[in-house]
C-alpha cells in the first residue's frame, strides 16, 4: 500500500492513527488506486457509494473490510 500511496510510512507511523489523511495528502487519484489496492489485497469489493470519509478513517475501513471479507 505505501507504493501506491506514494508513501513511506511505517507501522510506528500508524500506531494511534484514526485518520490516513492526518499523515498523508490524499486526492481524489490516491483514493481510488487505495481502494481499488484494499479489493485487490483483500479480495473485497467496495459497495457503490461507500465515501471518502469511510475509507481515510481507519477504524471504519477495518469495519467495513472485516465485514466484507468476513462470509
Do not use: C, K, Q, W
Amino acid at each position: 500500500m505505501n507504493a501506491r500511496l506514494g508513501a513511506n510510512l511505517t507501522e510506528r507511523d500508524l500506531d494511534g492513527l484514526r485518520r490516513l489523511d492526518d499523515v498523508l495528502a490524499v486526492d481524489s487519484l490516491a483514493l481510488l488506486e487505495l481502494v481499488v489496492g484494499l479489493e485487490t489485497e483483500f479480495a473485497a469489493r467496495f459497495e457503490p457509494g461507500v465515501g471518502r470519509d469511510l475509507v481515510l478513517d481507519l477504524e471504519a475501513l477495518v469495519i467495513y473490510l472485516d465485514r466484507l471479507t468476513d462470509h
